[in-house]
């Protein structure tokens, strides 16, 4: 990346919030991947749409970044842009019924605003450690709730670099699904529309809901949470634990015991270990039970 892209990057954003060769493991919660040509911490819309609009034009490549919990970066990192939303792309408002937050907003905070608020149909993303905007890509879900159900609004930016209004309804949520990543936009805020409720019965069920995380998921370990999607009619967990893959191991990645789902780093893993083991599994599950899975965390990089 040229000296010129970075100087011109600076003429939308202080310096200091540029960084070169950044070690994507200290983004991700997989804590593997190597580095990104550059880091641009962005704090506002405006200074997000000019940077898009520049990239565009340069047509350089760029991706933005959530809180890294369903990434799989690869060990060779990632030749291009990356993008972070930070500031006023953070922050998380109530009104009545309605919570605003920017899509760098951790979830758990948005869980917090509600359960300050007494509003009631977040509970069950209390203990998804993505941000706003990785849930809208995602369409991230636990105990029967998905974003889907909650969000009513949400504001982007275009791949030209235009702030828009998009409406839910065109993102055709599905499962672990939405059409962000395809259409290319930037998610910038949503809006979640909640139930006035009882605090305490709202603080009790983010609470019974994170213990079972607790007791059913190995939080000890970095991962990217299920490395696979539900497949219909299926348990991911149970079809790998059926193909004898409890606790199997690629170098320093290995299929938790705890939760089969889940692949986990616990013992320095590379990419590559990671990556080896999501084909490992593929295989051997789909030699076992003829079921194909396929992996929820999105590769980033070569492999
Ligand atoms: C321990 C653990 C438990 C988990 N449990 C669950 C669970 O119960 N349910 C569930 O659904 N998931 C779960 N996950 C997975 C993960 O937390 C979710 O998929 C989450 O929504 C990802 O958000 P993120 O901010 O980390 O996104 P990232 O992983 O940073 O990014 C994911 C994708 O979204 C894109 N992206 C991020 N922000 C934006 C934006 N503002 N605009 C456009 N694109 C954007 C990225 O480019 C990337 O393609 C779990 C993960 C872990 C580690």
């Given at each position: 990346?040229?000296?010129?892209?970075?100087?011109?990057?600076?003429?939308?954003?202080?310096?200091?919030?540029?960084?070169?060769?950044?070690?994507?493991?200290?983004?991700?919660?997989?804590?593997?991947?190597?580095?990104?040509?550059?880091?641009?911490?962005?704090?506002?819309?405006?200074?997000?749409?000019?940077?898009?609009?520049?990239l565009n034009k340069c047509q350089a490549s760029y991706m933005i970044i959530g809180n890294g919990s369903n990434l799989l970066v690869s060990d060779e990192g990632y030749d291009g842009i990356v993008i972070k939303l930070e500031g006023d792309l953070m922050k998380v408002e109530a009104k009545e019924n309605v919570i605003s937050a920017g899509a760098g907003a951790l979830l758990v905070n948005v869980c917090r605003e509600a359960l300050n608020n007494s509003l009631t149909g977040l509970e069950f993303a209390y203990g998804i450690p993505g941000t706003v905007g990785g849930a809208i890509v995602m369409n991230a879900g636990a105990f029967d709730g998905e974003m889907s159900m909650v969000v009513t609004g949400v504001e982007a930016v275009t791949k030209e670099g235009e702030s828009i209004y998009v409406s839910p309804h065109s993102l055709r949520f599905g499962y672990r699904r939405s059409e962000v990543r395809k259409t290319g936009i930037t998610v910038t805020k949503v809006e979640f529309t909640l139930t006035?409720?009882?605090?305490?019965?709202?603080?009790?069920?983010?609470?019974?809901?994170?213990?079972?995380?607790?007791?059913?998921?190995?939080?000890?370990?970095?991962?990217?949470?299920?490395?696979?999607?539900?497949?219909?009619?299926?348990?991911?967990?149970?079809?790998?634990?059926?193909?004898?893959?409890?606790?199997?191991?690629?170098?320093?990645?290995?299929?938790?015991?705890?939760?089969?789902?889940?692949?986990?780093?616990?013992?320095?893993?590379?990419?590559?270990?990671?990556?080896?083991?999501?084909?490992?599994?593929?295989?051997?599950?789909?030699?076992?039970?003829?079921?194909?899975?396929?992996?929820?965390?999105?590769?980033?990089?070569?492999?």
């Open positions: 990346m040229s000296e010129i892209m970075i100087s011109n990057l600076a003429g939308f954003v202080d310096r200091e919030r540029i960084s070169e060769n950044v070690l994507l493991k200290d983004y991700t919660t997989f804590k593997v991947g190597g580095p990104a040509k550059i880091m641009i911490k962005v704090n506002t819309v405006k200074e997000l749409c000019d940077i898009i609009a520049y006035k409720g009882d605090r305490e019965e709202i603080e009790n069920r983010m609470n019974e809901l994170k213990n079972r995380r607790v007791e059913k998921q190995p939080l000890e370990y970095p991962s990217a949470g299920s490395t696979f999607k539900r497949p219909e009619g299926y348990f991911a967990g149970k079809l790998i634990s059926e193909a004898g893959l409890s606790g199997e191991r690629i170098g320093g990645a290995c299929v938790s015991t705890k939760h089969n789902g889940f692949i986990i780093n616990d013992a320095g893993a590379t990419a590559k270990d990671v990556n080896d083991l999501i084909e490992l599994v593929k295989k051997r599950v789909y030699d076992t039970s003829n079921v194909k899975l396929e992996p929820e965390v999105i590769k980033v990089g070569r492999f």
